[in-house]
């Protein structure tokens, strides 16, 4: 369909939850809409770690852009890299050429946050993106090969040995889920490996994990991760890592070739680089409508976004975050066309989630507390439901359910081209990190 070019412009960078959102939103107004990823499909980000743990394949997380939204007359979408963006001008700047915009929603994401310590960057394992997470998983398994054929018992047990840092539900879903294929599936396959010992460490810094959380939950969720075999250790935070060693503020050492960074997200490197005031994480600070002082034209939505609650706490780096934040955007450009002004957005918290394991999984949705079998349900039925596509919701429900009839992780693949890769595949943004966030409220 050809746009009227006499239609305001909208512009959305990033097809991640609040992108989305903000276009779906935008599908019956009297605009051209143009959405620019680097990446042609929208990624559920919150299962990331199921991949990277061979639960489940990328195709089950992702779906394109385009046969989401293909029933959207007024939308465009630009497969493109964004290099920068100039406010005064109203332009944005990508590896494809330059796009103008009357209107503009910055929806970037975030990237991990490795707190200067640049050794570690080139070594540690992110998990921000499909990338990521087949190279975590293509990690795995290659250690467990050449852990297989490993003569030396010391070695054997560092090749065996999994450390992820970060307490909260990345790293705690990421270490139940990779507890779970060591001792499930992994012996089966390697039978030389069934009495070798395998171990997942979590570190978090402070003192307890999922801060977000109840302390009667996060104590749960403590217990149930020591009852699958995971080695909790708190208090103890990473200060290197030379992709041998983990070095910890504790003054030990772990060694093992392997450490996931579950532990830290900050903005974007485009977002971080505009000329607008920010804080410490390089996120905007937006006025109570979203909007930028000085550039009522541009909102920014999600992970690079610095907006307070009421109580003047800055919202967390989370899905639901960016879910409404996307809609409240879009909303006030629909009020701004219509001759009317930007209302202030008001965050509803739908609760956190945080799954442990099999059949074990913690949440609070509202007053209520859950934990167990019941909360696992129910985190199990809200990540089928936020999916987007029957496709998708299918996919996951049979990988589901053969995991969990046949304690099987069925993608277990290696990729020799990744083989000896390392460190973050997104310290640059390129539209596409922006897939940040988890489902009904989990901080990385």
């Known amino acids: 369909m050809a746009h009227r070019s006499d239609l305001p412009h909208v512009v959305i960078v990033g097809a991640g939850f609040g992108g989305l959102r903000a276009a779906r ?15 042609n499909y929208h990624l559920f980000q919150p299962l990331l770690y199921q991949v990277a743990t061979a639960g489940l394949s990328p195709e089950a997380i992702a779906r394109p852009v385009r046969a989401i939204l293909r029933r959207q007359k007024n939308f465009t979408f630009h497969l493109a890299n964004v290099q920068a963006i100039d406010l005064g ?3 944005i700047r990508t590896d494809k050429g330059n796009l103008a915009y009357d209107y503009l929603i910055l929806a970037a994401g975030g990237a991990t946050h490795f707190f200067g310590m640049d050794r570690l960057a080139r070594h540690a394992l992110g998990l921000k993106s499909i990338g990521d997470a087949e190279q975590i998983r293509n990690h795995i398994l290659h250690l467990c090969e050449e852990a297989a054929l490993e003569r030396d018992a010391a070695q054997q047990a560092s090749l065996l040995t999994f450390v992820i840092a970060g307490g909260g539900p990345t790293g705690v879903e990421s270490a139940g889920a990779l507890a779970e294929l060591l001792r499930t599936v992994i012996p089966g396959d390697y039978p030389t490996l069934k009495h070798a010992p395998r171990k997942v460490i979590l570190l978090e810094a402070s003192q307890r994990l999922l801060p977000a959380m109840p302390d009667d939950l996060a104590a749960y969720a403590l217990q149930a991760l020591k009852k699958a075999g995971v ?15 983990v070095f910890l503020s504790t003054g030990e050492t772990i060694a093992s070739p392997t450490l996931i960074w579950a532990s830290g997200v900050r903005a974007a490197p485009l977002i971080s680089s505009l000329p607008v005031e920010k804080d410490a994480l390089g996120r905007l600070k937006v006025l109570p409508t979203l909007q930028i002082p000085q550039h009522p034209e541009v909102f920014v939505i999600g992970d690079a976004a610095s907006f307070s609650d009421r109580e003047g706490k800055p919202l967390p780096m989370i899905a639901p975050v960016a879910i409404q934040q996307g809609e409240s955007a879009a909303q006030n450009i629909l009020r701004i066309l219509s001759g009317k002004e930007p209302v202030a957005f008001r965050y509803r918290d739908p609760g956190l989630l945080a799954t442990i394991g099999r ?27 936020q999916l987007v596509g029957f496709r998708n919701r299918l996919l996951v429900m049979i990988n589901w359910a053969w995991n969990y009839l046949l304690y099987d992780h069925p993608v277990r693949l290696i990729h020799q081209a990744l083989i000896g890769v390392r460190g973050p595949r997104h310290l640059e943004f390129l539209p596409g990190d922006e897939n940040s966030g988890e489902t009904l409220s989990k901080p990385a």
């Open 231 to 245: 080695e909790v250790r708190l208090g103890a935070a990473v200060q290197d890592f030379d992709g041998k060693t």
């Open 89 to 91: 001008n109203r332009s």
């Open 359 to 385: 059949s074990q999984a913690v949440a609070r949705i509202g007053p209520l507390k859950l934990r167990g079998f019941i909360a696992w349900m129910v985190w199990v039925v809200v990540h089928i439901y």
């Open 25 to 39: 939103k935008l599908a019956k107004a009297p605009i051209r809409l143009t959405l620019i990823d680097r990446n």
